[in-house]
């Protein structure tokens, strides 16, 4: 079965610290790779995707991850990290073919302090 | 553009007593919706999934339903609830837009079972 692992379930930062969080998945297939963020008290919305292609994704506000195949790996990276970047991350993959279902990891908060 | 509702967005219900969570969409047609738990600590798990009306998948054993009376419509729902059902239960739609497959998440309802 599918499965999804976020190695970092809390992360604190100061400001302008770099930012990278593990995420690795269980599945030999063709997968699409997501990576969601949910501020406090806002909706769950996306990060960035990576479907095919250059396997560097960069995304809003700054983010950017990197797939590596031969590792299931999918990290989340940013250079300098802001206070408004408080938010706890989600890694998520879907199976092509399958109703585009996303199997998502447990999630990562991250606090960063001024 | 494409809004998803839910509600209630805050629920606390006894032990044994009924649910019912509804989500709806506006500005799209025959979307494919998903209803997800996210428990405390943990990430966020599938529940179901519907394809059409009428069409119900679900993806792990419990002690709720679900129900797509409508296209854009997509009702979580429990004869008795358990402790265990306590959790923020999100609902999501697939879009299929040139470049913008992804899910979009409501803003979820957060129940708790006493």
């Known amino acids: 079965a599918q499965s999804v692992s976020q190695h970092n379930h809390h992360v604190i930062l100061s400001e302008a610290a770099s930012l990278e969080l593990g995420c690795n998945y269980s599945y030999g297939g063709t997968v699409n790779l997501f990576w969601y963020v949910q501020y406090p008290g806002q909706h769950l919305q996306l990060l960035l995707k990576y479907f095919s292609g250059d396997p560097l994704v960069k995304g809003i506000k700054g983010f950017e991850a990197e797939f590596i195949k031969s590792k299931f790996s999918f990290n989340l990276r940013k250079p300098s990290v802001q206070w408004s970047d408080t938010a706890e991350y989600f890694c998520a993959v879907n199976a092509r073919g399958g109703y585009n279902k996303l199997i998502f990891g447990a999630g990562t908060r991250l606090a960063v302090h001024p | 553009s494409q809004t998803i509702h839910q509600w209630p967005a805050t629920l606390v219900q006894p032990v044994g007593s009924p649910l019912s969570l509804e989500c709806t969409v506006e500005?799209?047609?025959?979307?494919?919706l998903y209803w997800y738990r996210q428990a405390a600590g943990r990430g966020l798990q599938l529940l179901f999934y519907s394809v059409g009306i009428g069409q119900i998948s679900s993806e792990v054993p419990q002690n709720l339903s679900a129900s797509r009376p409508q296209d854009r419509q997509f009702i979580l729902s429990s004869k008795k609830l358990l402790l265990s059902d306590s959790g923020f239960y999100l609902c999501?739609?697939?879009?299929?837009?040139?470049?913008?497959?992804?899910?979009?998440f409501g803003p979820g309802t957060r129940l708790l079972v006493l």
């Open positions: 500005g799209t047609s025959n979307p494919n």
């Open positions: 999501a739609w697939w879009s299929m837009g040139a470049h913008q497959e992804t899910q979009y």
